[in-house]
């Protein structure tokens, strides 16, 4: 039997953000459904049960139709009070010198299977009236991403859908909430190999910082929420500057070989 009225599913819960949002959910007394496409599932899961709620973990790629399937299925029809989707990737360098099935996945993953898994677990909220949605935007988003397009395009994507999808529910008792964290300390600029680049190389924010601050926000029911005093500014500045005047700012942060040393 479940040990918590509350249930949470947290998509990319293996390490960094949705790992902290994961353990946030454990705090506040949720039973855990959590997915990422790698083993390092498992240990996290383990992890999470020491706060004495029932974690159960699915090994699964969400970038695929069967990878969203096997994660909804294994929520065994139990209603989903709360879906925070994580799951993301990266990838940097310029567009053209990109493998294109990398940075197909990146889109596959970052929209593609996000859309299918909100479009399934959404319309159970919907029918219930009720439920809460946090999907992991970025600060990206605002800016168009030299040498790191995809990603920052599917971002932007994430953001605006978080927006349409908040108005079309304002009548229903389901929220929907876009967290834009800007670089943040987790696996994220290694994997995307941007080690040699200066956004890759600096001081980055607290991943425990920005789940709280997701968190908190997707319990007030807020629309978005920025984490961290520099990346509100960035916004705001992102939004009155011209795009040519972001790209080139972009590049300086993003371009192979800017890395501090």
Known sequence: ??????????????TGIGFELAKRCAKEGYDLLIVADESAIESAAAQLREFGVDVAAVQADLSTREGV??????AQGRPVDALLANAGRGLGRAFLDQDIEQATHVIDTNISGSLWLIHRIGND??????GRILITGSIAGFMPGSFQAVYNGTKAFLNSFSFA????????NVTVTCLMPGPTDTEFFQRADM??????????????????TGFDAMIRGDGDIVSGMKNKVQTTVAN?????VLAGQHRK?????????
């Open 1 to 14: 039997m479940p040990k918590s009225a509350h249930f949470a599913i947290v998509t990319g819960a293996s």
């Open 69 to 74: 399937d096997k994660l909804y299925a294994a």
């Open 125 to 130: 909220m919907r029918r219930r009236n009720q």
């Open 165 to 172: 999808l908040r108005e079309e529910l304002k009548d229903t």
């Open 195 to 212: 080690m040699d680049t200066n956004v890759g190389t600096t001081e980055k924010d607290d991943p425990k910082m920005v789940a709280d």
């Open 240 to 244: 009155v500057l011209p795009s040519g």
């Open 253 to 261: 942060m993003a371009e192979p070989g800017t890395a501090k040393s």
